[in-house]
């Protein structure tokens, strides 16, 4: 009888032992502890491979949600970086294939070249993003504030990224060059089966960009227009009060051909554009204006033709314009452009003639 009861004590042991083992969240399973080990073992293997794919998925959450925030260009002188051609194409395909509606990131968001370092890492096994919005979120929230933190060569605080609204322009209105950059756009077009109309800037809009910024409201702009009244004196000055007439010359691409432009012949005027650029910075971030440009050089220019990621034309297969296509241009002479005045223009409203409202001009001499 007392052996029974041992034996009896030894068996409810080990069932309480089995018990414990098993009821690891106050439920019992059916499952084998054996078995249930054995996970526990292969999920602590595998432990770092698991967190670097949830981090990967992450990044790639992160950039499907930038690309649904996204607005499209809205300066004519936006650019994408060569750098990120083939990385940014192949997710832009991607992400597009499942967000048919929304278009593609903005200048500002593609030239984040950090974000983007740890694009490329990722899209070498690009999967469906888990849906870890408040991770992704919070993720964004850290760089952005690690951004701030970062003081630029120009003095200029760094805070939230902001759209431009507003831009300084030289306006072209010289006849025989819109009558080229017509011609020019128009070879271009026959390359194509379909109609590229979207990404053809009107001649009514040709100009080109000093500098842009965000004004947050009336106050600013009135800023922005004393900054550009103050421009006029040391740029007669610079240039003896004589005509400055700009050169345009040639035809190149920004971005793998997102952007196509006539760009300008080296000249003495070409230098003065620079030190207009240069006055115009100058006396706006005096006014606590800044530049909303990440890129560090001025490279002037007119634009021809502008990919923004319009979704009918990345449906017919346009996303950028190839070398060939404008390869006959490379050396093409536009004509002159006296450069009477700088403009504080709004990219958000148009004149009747579909030129930008123009806030404020400056003249410091009249075109002959």
């Known amino acids: 009888m ?26 019992r399973h059916v499952l084998p502890t054996s078995l249930l080990l054995n996970l526990k073992t292969w999920i602590q293997e595998q432990h770092s491979q698991i967190v670097k794919q949830i981090i990967e998925d992450n990044i790639l959450s992160s950039i499907e949600k930038d690309v649904d925030k996204g607005k499209q260009c809205t300066s004519d002188d936006s650019v994408y970086s060569d750098i990120l051609d083939n990385t940014v ?90 009558e080229v950059a017509k011609k020019v756009q128009t070879a271009i077009q026959s390359n194509y089966d379909f109609n590229i109309d979207l990404a053809m800037v009107g001649s009514e809009k040709f100009h080109i960009t000093l500098m842009v910024m965000h004004l947050a409201n009336q106050e600013e702009v009135e800023r922005a227009s004393s900054a550009l009244d103050k421009c006029v004196s040391t740029i007669l000055v610079k240039t003896s009060g004589q005509q400055v007439k700009l050169q345009m010359e040639g035809v190149s691409a920004f971005g793998g051909g997102r952007v196509v432009f006539a ?73 002159s452009q006296s450069v009477a005045s700088l403009q504080l223009c709004s990219m958000n409203k148009k004149r009747e003639d579909g030129y930008y409202f123009v806030n404020h001009e400056v003249f410091f001499h009249k075109a002959s």
């Open 263 to 335: 760009g300008l012949k080296p000249s003495h005027d070409f230098d003065h554009l620079h030190f207009m650029s240069d006055e115009v910075h100058k006396n706006m971030a005096e006014e606590g204006i800044f530049t909303t440009d990440t890129r560090s050089e001025f490279n002037p220019h007119m634009t021809l033709v502008k990919f923004n990621g319009d979704r009918k034309l990345f449906k017919l297969g346009f996303k950028k314009v190839s070398a060939e296509k404008f390869e006959p241009f490379l050396h093409q002479v536009f004509g």
């Open 2 to 27: 007392e052996k029974l009861v041992k034996n009896d004590s030894k068996i409810v042991e080990k069932c309480c032992s089995l018990n414990t083992q098993v009821c690891v969240d106050g439920k």
């Open 89 to 178: 194409e192949d997710i832009q395909e991607k992400v597009l294939s499942t967000h048919s509606n929304d278009p593609l990131p903005s200048n500002e968001d593609l030239q984040d070249n950090g974000k983007y370092n740890s694009v490329t890492r990722a899209n070498s096994s690009f999967q469906k993003p888990v849906k870890c919005a408040d991770h992704a979120d919070s993720n964004r929230k850290a760089n952005a504030l690690k951004r701030e933190s970062v003081v630029s060569p120009t003095n200029q605080p760094k805070s939230k990224k902001k759209r431009p609204n507003y831009f300084v322009a030289v306006q072209i209105t010289d006849p025989e060059i819109h």
